[in-house]
């Protein structure tokens, strides 16, 4: 059976998606969510419709829940303004606030779109700058962290993560690392750093760091383990250095292992102006 709520909404084009019929915002389909919104000052409800609201929202609730103090605090506080409402002759304004009465809204958490969809976006910032995994955002420990922080927050699914949120991160993150290598290949004091290792089945991976002066990782190449060799390391990183103009990079960082130290000789015959520099931690 639909849920009352669903009376004061309309769904949009997306059934993910619905339309409160009273302020005219789109708003997420959880039900939940729905009644928050339309029981809180955002919303343009009636006080019959947001106090119908609240009462379902009370309904609802787990003993074991976080808001339980604060719903049976807003459960008194709705009696008190109905009981003053009937002694007044029905006289109370629609929000409670011309007599005086604490509203709905002080007792209900919500969120705004905007807020939420900033919530998202830096919820997805920190999953693509760290390389998190997307069972993150089902991890039922951080939802209840996020709970205690604002109840009215869920964490997006895996599917907005995948299909939207995070590829809005990587053209965020695109338009901050784009201007800080143009401005170093304009300035000529590119810094290549590279590290390459073996995993447990011998492949090959290497990592590309470029300083600009701030370090910024440009990518990860797998190798199978017969290229793993001191020619074809210098080939993979001589196609790097090409396609950023060598006069544009000054120095080149990495280990001090043998194939590496090989790799430097053939970088001082090709580009005469390049300064190797071994690795600190390596050193």
């Not at 379902?56 to 303004?81: C, F, I, P, Y």
């Not at 690392?177 to 011998?202: F, M, T």
């Not at 300083?211 to 060799?229: D, G, S």
């Given at each position: 059976?639909?849920?009352?709520?669903?009376?004061?909404?309309?769904?949009?084009?997306?059934?993910?998606?619905?339309?409160?019929?009273?302020?005219?915002?789109?708003?997420?389909?959880?039900?939940?969510?729905?009644?928050?919104?339309?029981?809180?000052?955002?919303?343009?409800?009636?006080?019959?419709?947001?106090r119908k609201m609240a009462d379902r929202l009370l309904a609802g609730q787990h003993k074991a829940s976080v808001d339980t103090n604060?719903?049976?605090?807003?459960k008194r506080k709705l009696d008190e303004a109905a009981g003053d409402g009937e002694s007044a002759g029905g006289k109370q304004s629609a929000t409670g606030a011309a007599m005086g009465q604490p509203t709905v809204d002080s007792y209900v958490t919500v969120m705004s779109e905007q807020e939420r969809d900033t919530a998202d976006e830096?919820?997805?910032?920190?999953?693509?700058?760290?390389?998190?995994?997307?069972?993150?955002?089902?991890?039922?420990?951080?939802?209840?962290?996020?709970?205690?922080?604002?109840?009215?927050?869920?964490l997006p699914s895996k599917h907005s993560m995948a299909n939207r949120l995070l590829k809005n991160a990587f053209v965020a993150q695109t338009a901050v690392v784009?201007?800080?290598?143009?401005?170093?290949?304009?300035?000529?004091?590119?810094?290549?750093?590279?590290?390459?290792?073996?995993?447990?089945?011998?492949?090959?991976?290497?990592?590309?760091?470029?300083?600009?002066?701030?370090?910024?990782?440009m990518e990860t190449a797998v190798w199978a383990e017969e290229r793993h060799t001191a020619d074809n390391t210098t080939a993979f990183y001589v196609k790097r250095i090409e396609n950023l103009c060598p006069r544009n990079v000054f120095a080149f960082v990495s280990d001090t292992e043998n194939k590496m130290?090989?790799?430097?000789?053939?970088?001082?015959?090709?580009?005469?102006?390049?300064?190797?520099?071994?690795?600190?931690?390596?050193?």
């Amino acid at each position: 059976m639909s849920d009352p709520v669903r009376a004061y909404t309309t769904v949009c084009s997306d059934p993910k998606r619905t339309v409160c019929n009273f302020c005219k915002k789109q708003l997420s389909s959880n039900v939940t969510y729905l009644k928050r919104h339309i029981a809180s000052s955002v919303c343009t409800a009636p006080h019959d419709v947001k106090r119908k609201m609240a009462d379902r929202l009370l309904a609802g609730q787990h003993k074991a829940s976080v808001d339980t103090n604060r719903m049976q605090r807003l459960k008194r506080k709705l009696d008190e303004a109905a009981g003053d409402g009937e002694s007044a002759g029905g006289k109370q304004s629609a929000t409670g606030a011309a007599m005086g009465q604490p509203t709905v809204d002080s007792y209900v958490t919500v969120m705004s779109e905007q807020e939420r969809d900033t919530a998202d976006e830096l919820f997805s910032r920190w999953v693509y700058r760290e390389a998190l995994p997307f069972r993150l955002a089902e991890s039922a420990n951080l939802q209840t962290f996020l709970t205690k922080l604002n109840p009215a927050y869920k964490l997006p699914s895996k599917h907005s993560m995948a299909n939207r949120l995070l590829k809005n991160a990587f053209v965020a993150q695109t338009a901050v690392v784009e201007p800080l290598v143009r401005q170093s290949k304009e300035q000529g004091n590119l810094v290549i750093g590279g590290d390459q290792w073996s995993d447990a089945n011998l492949t090959s991976i290497n990592n590309i760091v470029l300083f600009t002066p701030f370090p910024v990782y440009m990518e990860t190449a797998v190798w199978a383990e017969e290229r793993h060799t001191a020619d074809n390391t210098t080939a993979f990183y001589v196609k790097r250095i090409e396609n950023l103009c060598p006069r544009n990079v000054f120095a080149f960082v990495s280990d001090t292992e043998n194939k590496m130290q090989a790799v430097w000789a053939s970088f001082q015959l090709k580009y005469p102006w390049l300064v190797v520099i071994p690795c600190a931690s390596h050193c």
